[in-house]
């Protein structure tokens, strides 16, 4: 038994009356639509696919209701299906137990990363099974694990060095008076051990300071920078050298957040050439001098940034394909909710030992 069904997040309004239909789906159409025009077959064939109908009686009532229009109604099937309207469940169809339980509600909107040789549960079952290796567990660190976890992902190396003070209480939701002086990577730790059952977390106690500190993330299929205080070049000549795809991160100051790009090495180019020539970009205003003041952040700016990122994060883990921040940053602005996406160097570097390490894919 095969069933007929609109794609998650397809919204469908029939206008009988007019004979139009309007057509939404979520990532193509950016919440405008399609308007087509109808005719009384298209809106019985809408009409059935709403109610869930099996694919054999669909095309039993299309024969006993438009007996000369057949042709027509496999053309109108076939487009529904090839533009992502509409999908054929098959009684064969990958969709086990335990995740429809525990995931049903966020397993809907992987379909967006769907191919013919996956659908959505195996994506989501991929998911689950990557180790992610994260360094640092502050306020960046936690906000995008906390997220990943939510959404099945269990297997994570942490590496911090960092304890937990009353300060953080402002900025980091996780923590609370009976944390301070403890150890911020075994908080987080026992926060995914809470959350996520069969979770596998190791928890280093280390600030890194040299390459080799690094090698406790050989076996992670991504990494996500989010301290503030490691040398970038560290983190890069170690990625270029063991083929780790890495985020490295953002941050954030006043009402002002930045995204920064992903990093796959013998793909995109090294994040100290996008940031070089991003900053070279204000080499002519002048010399910056110094502003005294504390640099200021709040739960609500890392929460936005840590939620894009993460969400940055399983694009690439379901289909790397639809990852967006390829040598690209997004800047946030609070005070209007602006995003900007800044693409700041088109070429790739010639004088770049990191880049060039890898023989990059163009």
């Known amino acids: 038994m095969s069933i007929v069904q609109f794609k998650p997040y397809v919204k469908v309004f029939?206008?009988?009356?007019?004979?139009?239909?309007?057509?939404?789906?979520?990532?193509?159409?950016?919440?405008?639509?399609?308007?087509?025009?109808?005719?009384?077959?298209?809106?019985?064939?809408?009409?059935?696919?709403e109610s869930l109908c099996e694919e054999i009686v669909l095309r039993q009532e299309i024969s006993e209701n438009f007996p000369n229009d057949i042709e027509e109604a496999d053309e109108i099937i076939n487009f529904l299906k090839t533009e992502n309207y509409i999908e054929i469940i098959s009684s064969?169809?990958?969709?086990?137990?335990y995740l429809e339980k525990d995931f049903g509600r966020i397993i809907p909107l992987l379909s967006i990363f769907e191919t013919d040789s996956i659908n959505r549960y195996k994506i989501q079952e991929n998911i689950m099974n990557k180790k992610i290796g994260v360094i640092g567990s502050g306020t960046m660190g936690f906000s995008v694990i906390s997220k990943l976890v939510s959404n099945g992902i269990k297997n994570f190396v942490l590496?911090?060095?960092?304890?937990?003070?009353?300060?953080?209480?402002t900025r980091q939701p996780l923590f609370s008076l009976k944390h301070i002086n403890k150890l911020k990577v075994e908080v987080v730790k026992q926060h995914i051990e809470d959350r996520i059952e069969d979770s596998d977390v190791l928890a280093i106690n280390k600030y890194?300071?040299?390459?080799?500190?690094?090698?406790?993330?050989?076996?992670?299929?991504?990494i996500i920078n989010c301290a503030d205080d490691i040398k970038t070049s560290l983190i890069e000549k170690y990625i270029f050298e063991n083929n780790i795809p890495t985020f490295f991160g953002g941050g954030y100051i006043g009402h002002v957040g930045r995204i920064d790009p992903l990093v796959i090495p013998g793909f995109t180019k090294c994040f100290s050439c996008n940031e070089k020539k991003l900053k070279d970009e204000f080499d002519d205003i002048g010399t910056p001098l110094k502003n005294h003041y504390k640099e200021s952040t709040i739960s609500s700016m890392s929460d936005f940034i840590s939620s894009v990122l993460s969400f940055e994060v399983l694009k690439f883990l379901a289909n790397p394909e639809k990852s967006l921040l390829l040598d690209k940053f997004l800047f946030v602005n609070f005070s209007d909710y602006s995003i900007k996406e800044?693409?700041?160097?088109?070429?790739?570097?010639?004088?770049?030992?990191?880049?060039?390490?890898?023989?990059l894919i163009v």
């Open 159 to 169: 590496i911090d060095n960092d304890i937990v003070e009353k300060s953080n209480l």
């Open 14 to 49: 029939l206008n009988e009356e007019i004979k139009k239909a309007t057509l939404s789906r979520v990532w193509e159409d950016n919440f405008e639509g399609i308007v087509y025009d109808m005719n009384d077959l298209g809106i019985f064939i809408l009409k059935k696919i």
């Open 342 to 359: 800044i693409k700041p160097n088109n070429h790739f570097p010639t004088d770049c030992s990191i880049c060039n390490s890898n023989s």
């Open 92 to 97: 064969d169809y990958y969709k086990p137990d």
């Open 208 to 222: 890194v300071t040299k390459i080799e500190d690094l090698s406790i993330l050989k076996d992670v299929d991504l």
